[in-house]
């Protein structure tokens, strides 16, 4: 089964922190988009950032990064300068062009002040 | 941004009738759509892949004679969950995709729905 892994189910970072997620993904394909959603208590999928397989440049959003390793099929998210509202539930997903979105099982994040 | 629309964002209904749940893309042309169930502090299932003027594909142990999605313009897809059960109780989560292939996907807001 082509999966997506996120080992760690809870995380928690102090605000101005910075914090890494982790995932890893099974694929047999080639070309793929990766993805990290967040899903904060409102339960809206919020978009935070997409890589595309087989660009080797990491993707980068304002405070959020992810070190992606095409051969270790890994995909983590960096989120620096943590704040209050960065507080939720992330998840790693991947597909390939057209298809459904495969998550992993999701971590959530808590943020403390 | 591209939107997209689910309707309603909850529904309470008693065991046995039908609920019928709506997912929009209102700015743009979804020639597929996806339906997901996510139970609390769970991750997204996918259900079933909506593709306009056909029928759906439905993922390996979902019902499709309870589940019954249509997708019947390119802006539109429904998903009606017949004679529900308490145990149907979930959010159901729709997304949809722009018919350029590298698009990425956009999802509603989700609805939840309670059976009693």
């Known amino acids: 089964a082509q999966t997506v892994t996120q080992s760690q189910p809870e995380m928690s970072v102090q605000e101005a922190e910075t914090v890494t997620l982790s995932c890893t993904y099974d694929t047999s394909e080639s070309d793929y988009y990766l993805f990290w959603y967040k899903q904060p208590p409102s339960r809206q999928m919020i978009l935070v950032i997409r890589?595309?397989?087989?660009?080797?440049q990491n993707a980068t959003e304002n405070r959020f990064s992810v070190n992606f390793q095409k051969a270790a099929k890994s995909f983590s998210l960096k989120i620096s300068d943590s704040q209050l509202g960065d507080a939720a539930m992330y998840f790693c997903a991947r597909n390939q062009a057209g298809t459904a979105l495969i998550f992993g099982k999701g971590t959530t994040l808590s943020v403390s002040s | 941004g591209a939107v997209v629309s689910q309707h309603p964002s909850w529904v309470i209904c008693k065991s046995g009738t039908s609920v019928k749940i709506e997912c929009r893309s209102l700015?743009?042309?979804?020639?597929?759509m996806f339906w997901y169930r996510q139970f609390p502090k769970q991750s997204l299932m996918l259900m079933a892949t909506s593709n306009e003027g056909s029928k759906a594909t439905y993922e390996q142990g979902v019902e499709k004679d309870k589940f019954l999605i249509n997708h019947a313009s390119l802006t539109l897809s429904t998903l009606t969950v017949t004679s529900a059960h308490p145990e149907d109780s979930s959010f159901y989560i729709c997304?949809?995709?722009?018919?350029?292939?590298?698009?990425?996907?956009?999802f509603g807001n989700g609805t939840r729905l309670t059976v009693t």
């Open positions: 700015d743009f042309q979804a020639t597929t």
């Open positions: 890589q595309e397989a087989y660009k080797q």
């Open positions: 997304s949809a995709s722009n018919v350029g292939l590298s698009s990425p996907l956009h």
